[in-house]
DNA sequence: AGCAATTTAGAAACGCAATTGCTTTATGTA
DNA sequence: TACATAAAGCAATTGCGTTTCTAAATTGCT
């Protein structure tokens, strides 16, 4: 009988000296009042933390003196008005920020954030899809420094930044694997070329794990323990939230789905995944030009140039073929991510990239042919942060690491 | 812009007192010995523990107290023989005990494991399957006291309790959800009819959850971080575990695999999902029938009732018909769970179950035909528990229970 | 304006736990 | 029997959290 050798080297619980505690304290004082929505009084804090009055002033005292904490003007909290009125405490989110990147295809954006999650600045710039890579690094460079400049925030205090991109993100190496629409994105070293444009750490991130991050933040479904993302534009790709973590497998590639394989898919484009290219943007305006020809009457016919976002377009308004269309689209779909929702029960599914654009039709109609394949259908919502749910996820991400290397350990 | 409101009520790192600091201490330094090989002395536990000697010594001479530790003959470590023979402490394995139960629809086993993992006891009767659920249930609490008698161990030294079931498990109910093999399983309370046969929490679980965490502590897989574990006989269902941590899902249906949908399962059971119906133990019989009617010279014609373990037994000896059956299974297998190795991307697939019986056959067939339809093949091994898997992944459930409710908090 | 009531801030005394540094004990070896 | 060595035991010190008391700053009432 083998014994459970768990090899996980650190314990998790690891006790330490009288300093220790007091680093500890320090730290849930400052998680309590970070997390309270008005001041707090010096009782209030203790009772939270359960810890007696005078450690909390001491080490409130000391969060003071770090700038962690502020004071508060007295009329913010609904006080007893009566007796000596108490020192108010509250979280300097300014203390300190963190920046998001979301480097697309199509644009990147910069988004800086304070420390309680609040968004202060974004920035974005369109670049061409072609782009050579070191040029998209360049400019993703400029981007960042141009927001930072502007907001006049100081470099050294901004604590951690979080970059999104396309295609996987091995873990160990923090470099891009396959990330087919950027040309030689994988290529490169993106942590180390933007490493000169801050003082923190940077971490990498699938752009899909991102929305899902920021999508459950900030947007649709806060605090959903399990939840799937599926960014549908060009590319089809998933960001999976199980257990209240992200789930990136072993090479970065979980939630790959556009290579689901898929039945009558055989002579596609091979940049696309089987799945993907039954679903994505350029399907539907293939399935739009086709209806198109069939019904000279349908809204779609007006284009000379048939897009993806006309035909979203034209179903949002109502037009009957293209809502046809969008239904037939979100049948696939759900055909095709059936498994998927078997495998982990979400509550949730969340939809965004530019095909979700075709808007309720989408919804609804993805969320009746789910229920048709599935055992417990998640509920099925549009993406409310549309095409910020990447940097919003970046600032997130940021901001959690912030809350687990830095607030985690404050010192006095 | 909306803050992060994260209403996780409580707070992460919760301080304390100079009391709660022994507490913490005293469970680094149970974890240390109990982690370690071989009996350890006071100033490597200290090192290890990042403490001073004298702290050591009287935390361990109080886990000593509560027979948390023992001490070692000197002889059992390779201490240098000079000087003061120092006292050496072991792990105390039989300070307490954990159960883990499988109750599947023909067999109900119990095991009972010492601290460390160690397998003390195992304890298996055969059931019918169509066993009304009270007698079903009165034979699990039979089975479990006389694997308590038959050991000797008391009651209140049995710290936890897993039972595996098939089926959902619902969270927060703890009751079993659908389970199609097990007539009226659903509708009894099997936590709150065993609680009468133990002292001590129960926890239920999905088998194939088991089946995973089995596997990976003490079978194929150690510490493996992103695994599924499929287990496959009459029915279909995966344990998967994702960031170490298994994945239950909203309704405990993760991994529900057997009803992934799947072209060309029309006319099926209706007892069994679409995926399940086309690649289940049925499915290789059918399978055997029709190639033993067509070729008379197969392995496969000599049995008048064929079964599933026919089929797999004549794989395994060599059978060409058996053998290509196997393969077919395996394609079908590979393309129905395809797009859940997309969405987790795990290192590893483990196969368990009677269908596993086909031996490296099925192994390698699955293993070709995945790396067809998949970006990053996992690695694919049959599991090396059989049917044992359940039980043992149960016993390693309690056990991690008792660490985290039981040791991480000794008190002296 | 002055005083009581009320609530918070500040300070002293106490206790627990961990650390440093020294002494004592138990063993092997010359 | 002495000596070297390594570990156990003990005392003093320090850091932190708690309890308990006293001082301070308000509002409301007379």
């Known amino acids: 009988m083998p014994m459970s050798t768990d090899p996980s080297g650190a314990p998790a619980l690891a006790g330490g000296t009288a300093t220790t505690l007091r680093q500890r304290n320090s730290s849930a004082v400052l998680d309590i009042v970070r997390r309270a929505s008005t001041p707090l009084r010096v009782a209030e804090i203790a009772q939270a933390a359960s810890l007696s009055r005078p450690t909390v002033e001491t080490v409130a005292e000391g969060l003071l003196d770090q700038d962690w904490l502020l004071l508060a003007d007295a009329d913010d909290a609904g006080a007893p008005s009566v007796g000596r009125p108490a020192r108010l405490y509250r979280f300097n989110e300014r203390a300190g920020f963190v920046l998001g990147v979301d480097v697309g295809a199509h644009s990147v954006t910069v988004a800086i954030g304070d420390l309680r999650g609040g968004i202060v600045a974004t920035e974005r710039h369109r670049v061409a899809p072609e782009l050579p890579a070191i040029e998209r690094l360049a400019a993703t460079s400029d981007v960042i420094a141009a927001l930072i400049a502007h907001t006049g925030i100081a470099r050294s205090d901004i604590l951690a930044m979080t970059v999104g991109t396309p295609g996987t993100v091995s873990p160990a190496t923090d470099r891009v694997g396959l990330s087919p629409g950027m040309p030689g994105w994988p290529e490169v070293d993106v942590v180390g070329a933007l490493a000169a ?129 969008v239904r ?13 929702l078997l495998t982990l029960n979400p509550e949730l599914l969340v939809v965004g990239g530019g095909v979700s654009l ?48 830095v607030l985690a350990r404050v010192s006095a």
């Open 197 to 325: 444009s801050v003082d923190c750490a940077i971490e990498l991130e699938n752009d899909a794990n991102l929305a899902a991050v920021g999508e459950r933040a900030r947007g649709i479904g806060a605090g959903c323990a399990d939840m799937v993302f599926l960014l549908l534009g060009e590319r089809l790709g998933a960001g999976i939230i199980a257990n209240d973590a992200l789930v990136r497998g072993r090479n970065g590639a979980a939630g790959e789905l556009g290579y689901v394989p898929v039945r009558g898919a055989r002579d596609r484009d091979p940049r696309f995944g089987p799945l993907e290219s039954r679903v994505n943007a350029s399907a539907l305006v293939r399935m739009g030009l086709r209806a198109a020809a069939e019904h000279p009457d349908s809204a779609l016919a007006a284009s000379a140039e048939l897009s993806a976002g006309d035909v979203t377009l034209a179903a949002t308004r109502g037009d009957a073929y293209a809502s046809g269309l």
């Open 328 to 340: 037939r689209l979100a049948r696939r779909i759900a055909h095709g991510i059936a498994p998927t």
């Open 358 to 405: 075709a808007g309720e039709v989408l919804r609804s109609a993805l969320a009746s042919a789910i229920t048709k394949v599935v055992l417990y259908p998640p509920e099925v919502r549009l993406s409310a942060l549309g095409d910020e749910a990447v940097v919003l996820g970046a600032v997130t991400q940021s901001l959690e690491r912030v809350e687990a290397d």
